[in-house]
């Protein structure tokens, strides 16, 4: 049963370039989560989608993020232009929810992206 | 706003000890709290996952416990094995989907 799969791994570019983040959730389940982990400020929600929607954007830090759930297997994050301060690792995470179950959060490696 | 502290930010212990990792919370109206273990260079997993209304939940060597009331949970390792060593974070989940993390205790298990 393969996980939560991210690509690429790793990232470097230099500022001002896009950056696209892209994520495979587990098959079957219907939400999805996008982190970003630094030393700073620890592991933060960025947004999480429910059904392919997106219900709360809350933790997306400028206009210059965005991210997209076009189908149940595919998610991406987008960074326009980039930053050096946007260097961080991106986590995307999954979890199946139904009604009031709880169900812990699968998330994938990670990709460790470096704005130079 | 919810906040989630982990003290201490980093532990090492000698191999076979018994060891307690702490997180607290400031809003108490919780629906469930997380521990999860991170490797380096590695992703999140799920260890133990306790519902509001429960106190404690076991699995082989850890035990956690939550005492929603005073905003407090402990994960409890049995006898560590180096292969403990990892980073431990602590997550609280509110009335949402969204879950609010610990910045993690960092363990090492010295053989």
């Known amino acids: 049963d393969a996980g939560v799969i991210q690509s690429p791994r790793h990232e470097v570019t230099e500022m001002g370039q896009e950056v696209t983040l892209r994520c495979k959730p587990i098959?079957?389940?219907?939400?999805l989560f996008w982190y970003r982990q630094t030393m700073m400020r620890g592991l933060e929600l960025l947004i999480y989608?429910?059904?392919?929607?997106?219900?709360?954007d809350s933790g997306m830090p400028e206009d210059r993020f965005s991210a997209k759930m076009p189908n149940a297997s595919f998610s991406t994050l987008k960074i326009q232009p980039s930053e050096p301060r946007d260097s961080a690792v991106y986590f995307c995470?999954?979890?199946?929810?139904?009604?009031?179950?709880?169900?812990?959060?699968?998330f994938g490696d990670g990709t460790r992206l470096s704005i130079l | 706003k919810q906040e989630v502290t982990q003290i201490p930010a980093a532990l090492s212990v000698p191999e076979g000890e018994n060891l307690v990792l702490n997180c607290s919370f400031t809003?108490?109206?919780?629906?469930?709290l997380q521990w999860f273990r991170q490797d380096p260079g590695k992703g999140l997993t799920s260890l133990l996952l306790?519902?509001?209304?429960?106190r404690e939940q076991t699995s082989g060597r850890l035990n956690a416990s939550l005492d929603k009331s005073s905003g407090r949970s402990t994960l409890y390792i049995a006898a560590s094995q180096p292969g403990d060593s990892a980073t431990y974070l602590c997550?609280?989940?509110?009335?949402?989907?969204?879950?609010?993390f610990g910045k993690g205790t960092k363990l090492t298990v010295n053989p």
């Open positions: 997550a609280v989940q509110g009335g949402s989907e969204k879950l609010v």
């Open positions: 809003d108490s109206a919780i629906y469930n």
């Open positions: 306790i519902q509001s209304s429960q």
């Open positions: 098959s079957g389940h219907n939400s």
């Open positions: 989608f429910n059904n392919n929607v997106p219900i709360d």
């Open positions: 995470a999954s979890s199946r929810i139904q009604g009031a179950s709880n169900q812990p959060q699968h």
